[in-house]
């Protein structure tokens, strides 16, 4: 699958751990510097495990499965994805601003499962910053998704408003500065 | 009136450009429905059962009279020479073509009005009461917060896939007339013990298949705060509302599940991170909007006028519509106007594009060009002079908008039913229609007083038929049309929940229950009892043993 990070489609970097894969001892599959995403549910069964490990981690969580869960577990890994099992399950958006805004997560937030391009727009402003997308529609197309609206009434995690009562005279100067 | 800064003109014109794009992708096949179909939700593009159906938003029921000329026009150029205003303070056309969309949206721009977020699962057009900066109970105007919400609402990267939509309303008078108990939150401005101004907040109320009223869960949030805890409520609602059942979703569900209290902590203990924040409202900001919605310059006059006086004296139709559809003002001299959109026998809400330009010029000639659109699917001139009176009249008689049933049985909230629907079960304009005929006898109208019957096609309960006094529901009984009555239901301060009367009636036979009911309700009320009241004392009994007599 494509993945779009800092308006570029590259080759993810990033292995998932098999749902089935034995990890004993840091010392069988997968190899030990492999940047590796895991589930929450592989995570509490082999923390210690994935812990020895000399590669990266990512944590890959349902839309049930709340940040707030584990909250002080964040600070092992470097990558977090949020699933989007449907577009129209926004749970996600919360999640991403919680992890932003409230966990201090500065690592890579990565949005995965039904992603689309219209959706993009507002998985940014929550702090996503990496996109996993079955399309394969020109990263122009993408480019053009996220900037078509450029007036943002509300704070969130990817800055301030620009326009409207929130943005106030900073912001809207801000957003003429932008153009 | 709130005008757009370059802002908001800038907002809606990008809204604009990015949706003509996803048009020309649609009609050049490179978007499926399916795919298309979330992206002109997010439009207000439904497709109904006939043709695609646009809803425009009225931001908090307010428009100038070049906001309603421009409706009109697009009602004539782009529709069938009509517009249908909902009971969410939006209008809606039936017939617009896919193609012409774009330009219609182009066209509202130009004079600050769009479609956006008046369907999808998100924050809907914000409603607000119809009397707003004109009725003498009004502590502020609500129109102020309607607005800051609007901007803080647009487009939210966080609340754009709600489990479910999510509908906010706000009065600012204790006598309510905006149903803020009926909504997903209603904002009631109110004074705390110290004097300040700040909110009651109200959440989980609603109508559909799961009629609750609403429970206040804050009793006073102060102004700076507004919209810190509604993101805090939001957040709450996003995370934990059910997305398994469509029927569940509402946050009422997930109040009703939580329990009150418990929901309540939950909203308080995430604003207590986002309070104090970014969402602060700072006092100049609400100051600046608060001066768009400054009084206007109202003449310094007497409480009454001679010339309006003795028209009222001499003519008694006259005299009858000002007694049902003129309503006190706070300003001496002044009086609000309410033009019925429900004649006899006619489609309730609807409006031609020559009566829309009626009314804008009246607007503009007569109320400081303002028009307010009320959720019961009727037109409010807010500010008209005693002495004008007349001259309103007058015009609105020569243009059908004089029918004086405010408030009265033919003034029935009906939603669009079988006859355009595709949820329906029923149709529900026609039967409103029907007792708009049956009781075609105004002065008996008025004899009978105030009396809200509202009707819904299906259980989703867009006609209100839960809170009307008397409510009828659509049912489908083997493919048959069956309607099932309620008694006892409000939409006011007192909101409650109407109760079944007992089995359902036949298309031919809901008129003459309807007509058995208010007979019944007429031969037991005492002095001006209002039917609530005559309701609440002799119970349902009596209404039931009429109506299943002869059965």
Redesign the interface.
Known sequence: MPLLKDGQAIDDPWAALPETAPVQDGTTEPALDVDLIVTLDQWRAKREALLQRNGRLGLRLRSDQSPAEIASDLAHFDLIALEFPKFTDGRAYSYARLLRERHGFSGELRAVGNVLRDQLFFMLRCGFDSFEVASHESIAAWHAAISEVTVLYQPAGSGPATGGVLGGPLGRARAVAAE | MYRY?E??S??VK??V??FR??VARRLAGELSEDEFK??RLMNGLYLQLHAYMLRVAIPYGTLSSRQMRKLAHIARTYDRGYGHFTTRQNIQYNWPKLEDVPEILEELAEVEMHAIQTSG?CIRNVTADHFAGASADEIEDPRIYAE?IR????????????PRKFKIAITGAPNDRAAVRLHDIGLQLCRNDAGAVGFEVIVGGGQGRTPIIGTTIRKFLPKAHL?SYLEAIL?VY??LGR?DNLYKARIKILLQQTGAEAFARQVEEEWV?LKDG??T??AE??E??EAYFAPPAFEGLPPSDPAFDVRRFEDRDFARWVRSNVAAHKQSGYAIVSISLKPEGEAPGDASAAQMEAVADLAEAYSFDEVLVSHEQNLVLPHVKLSDLPKVWDKLVAFGLATPNIGLVSDIIACPGLDYCNLANARSIPVAQRISQRFRDLNRQHEIGDLKIKISGCINACGHHHVGHIGILGVDKKGEEFYQITLGGSADENAAIGKIVGPAFSYDDVVDAVDSIVDTYLGLRQDNEKFNDTYARVGITPFKEKLYAAA
Do not use: K
Not at chain 2, 151 to 162: A, I, N
């Open positions: 800064d802002f908001d800038a907002f990008q809204r450009t990015q794009g996803q979330p992206l699962n800051i901007q803080w609402s647009s487009l939210h990267p966080e609340f754009s896939f709600l919209l957040r996003n995370q997305r991170h970014a969402l409202l700072p900001e609400i600046r909007i």
